[in-house]
Nanobody, 127 residues
Framework: VQLQASGGGLVQAGGSLRLSCAAS????????LGWFRQAPGKERELIAA????????YYADSVKGRATIPRDNAQSTMYLQMNGLKPEDTAVYYC?????????????????????WGQGTQVTVSS
Protein backbone atom coordinates (compact mmCIF):
# COMPACT_ATOMS: atom_id res chain seq x y z
CA VAL A 1 0.00 0.00 0.00
CA GLN A 2 1.29 3.43 -0.93
CA LEU A 3 -0.10 6.64 0.51
CA GLN A 4 0.26 10.09 -0.99
CA ALA A 5 -0.65 13.09 1.16
CA SER A 6 -1.12 16.54 -0.30
CA GLY A 7 -2.75 19.89 0.34
CA GLY A 8 -0.60 21.50 3.00
CA GLY A 9 0.51 25.10 2.99
CA LEU A 10 0.29 28.40 4.80
CA VAL A 11 -3.07 29.30 6.29
CA GLN A 12 -4.18 32.21 8.44
CA ALA A 13 -5.58 31.56 11.89
CA GLY A 14 -9.29 31.02 11.70
CA GLY A 15 -9.02 29.64 8.19
CA SER A 16 -9.60 26.15 6.83
CA LEU A 17 -7.60 23.43 5.17
CA ARG A 18 -8.34 20.29 3.26
CA LEU A 19 -5.68 17.64 3.03
CA SER A 20 -5.92 14.61 0.78
CA CYS A 21 -4.52 11.13 1.23
CA ALA A 22 -4.65 8.92 -1.85
CA ALA A 23 -4.03 5.22 -1.40
CA SER A 24 -2.76 2.91 -4.13
CA UNK A 25 -1.54 -0.63 -4.41
CA UNK A 26 -3.29 -3.27 -2.32
CA UNK A 27 -6.00 -0.90 -1.18
CA UNK A 28 -8.42 -3.78 -0.62
CA UNK A 29 -6.29 -4.72 2.39
CA UNK A 30 -6.83 -1.38 4.16
CA UNK A 31 -9.03 -1.58 7.24
CA UNK A 32 -8.40 1.87 8.72
CA LEU A 33 -6.82 5.16 7.76
CA GLY A 34 -5.62 7.88 10.07
CA TRP A 35 -4.22 11.38 10.14
CA PHE A 36 -1.24 12.08 12.36
CA ARG A 37 0.64 15.30 12.94
CA GLN A 38 3.97 16.20 14.47
CA ALA A 39 4.80 19.69 15.63
CA PRO A 40 8.40 20.76 16.21
CA GLY A 41 9.70 19.35 19.46
CA LYS A 42 6.57 17.29 20.07
CA GLU A 43 5.63 13.66 19.66
CA ARG A 44 3.59 12.51 16.72
CA GLU A 45 -0.12 12.68 17.52
CA LEU A 46 -3.01 10.74 16.03
CA ILE A 47 -5.73 13.32 15.42
CA ALA A 48 -8.35 11.50 13.37
CA ALA A 49 -9.05 8.07 11.97
CA UNK A 50 -11.71 6.18 10.09
CA UNK A 51 -12.54 2.51 9.93
CA UNK A 52 -12.63 1.97 6.19
CA UNK A 53 -15.03 -0.95 6.54
CA UNK A 54 -17.56 0.37 9.07
CA UNK A 55 -17.11 4.12 8.64
CA UNK A 56 -16.59 4.63 12.37
CA UNK A 57 -14.47 7.65 13.13
CA TYR A 58 -12.22 8.86 15.89
CA TYR A 59 -11.16 12.43 16.64
CA ALA A 60 -8.64 13.60 19.18
CA ASP A 61 -9.80 16.23 21.63
CA SER A 62 -7.39 18.69 20.03
CA VAL A 63 -9.40 18.71 16.79
CA LYS A 64 -12.84 17.47 17.83
CA GLY A 65 -15.54 19.78 16.53
CA ARG A 66 -13.16 21.36 14.02
CA ALA A 67 -12.19 18.38 11.88
CA THR A 68 -13.91 15.83 9.71
CA ILE A 69 -12.47 13.04 7.57
CA PRO A 70 -14.63 12.54 4.50
CA ARG A 71 -13.61 9.75 2.19
CA ASP A 72 -14.12 8.60 -1.36
CA ASN A 73 -14.11 4.81 -1.35
CA ALA A 74 -14.14 4.57 -5.13
CA GLN A 75 -10.99 6.68 -5.36
CA SER A 76 -9.41 5.16 -2.22
CA THR A 77 -8.94 8.67 -0.94
CA MET A 78 -9.37 10.12 2.52
CA TYR A 79 -9.48 13.80 3.33
CA LEU A 80 -8.90 15.92 6.40
CA GLN A 81 -11.14 18.97 6.51
CA MET A 82 -10.27 21.25 9.38
CA ASN A 83 -11.80 24.61 10.22
CA GLY A 84 -11.02 27.25 12.80
CA LEU A 85 -7.30 26.72 12.44
CA LYS A 86 -5.03 27.82 15.25
CA PRO A 87 -1.29 28.47 15.32
CA GLU A 88 -0.93 25.34 17.46
CA ASP A 89 -2.20 23.31 14.50
CA THR A 90 1.10 24.03 12.79
CA ALA A 91 2.75 20.68 12.13
CA VAL A 92 3.74 18.16 9.53
CA TYR A 93 0.66 16.10 8.77
CA TYR A 94 0.90 12.44 7.81
CA CYS A 95 -1.64 9.91 6.68
CA UNK A 96 -1.27 6.29 7.66
CA UNK A 97 -3.11 3.03 7.16
CA UNK A 98 -3.43 -0.36 8.73
CA UNK A 99 -4.43 -3.71 7.34
CA UNK A 100 -4.93 -5.10 10.83
CA UNK A 101 -8.54 -5.98 11.48
CA UNK A 102 -10.50 -4.51 14.34
CA UNK A 103 -13.53 -2.61 15.52
CA UNK A 104 -14.24 0.09 18.03
CA UNK A 105 -12.47 3.22 19.13
CA UNK A 106 -9.59 1.42 20.81
CA UNK A 107 -8.67 -0.11 17.48
CA UNK A 108 -8.73 3.24 15.71
CA UNK A 109 -6.82 4.94 18.52
CA UNK A 110 -3.99 2.41 18.52
CA UNK A 111 -1.38 4.54 16.79
CA UNK A 112 1.11 1.67 16.83
CA UNK A 113 -1.23 -0.35 14.64
CA UNK A 114 -0.70 1.87 11.60
CA UNK A 115 2.03 0.41 9.44
CA UNK A 116 1.69 2.10 6.07
CA TRP A 117 2.80 5.72 5.96
CA GLY A 118 2.68 8.50 3.47
CA GLN A 119 5.13 11.36 3.27
CA GLY A 120 4.27 14.35 5.38
CA THR A 121 2.77 17.61 4.25
CA GLN A 122 3.55 20.82 6.10
CA VAL A 123 0.74 22.95 7.46
CA THR A 124 1.66 26.33 8.90
CA VAL A 125 -0.97 28.49 10.58
CA SER A 126 -0.03 32.14 10.96
CA SER A 127 -1.48 34.27 13.74
Amino acid sequence: VQLQASGGGLVQAGGSLRLSCAASGRTFSINALGWFRQAPGKERELIAAVNWVTGRTYYADSVKGRATIPRDNAQSTMYLQMNGLKPEDTAVYYCAATSNGGVGLAYLQDSKGYHYWGQGTQVTVSS
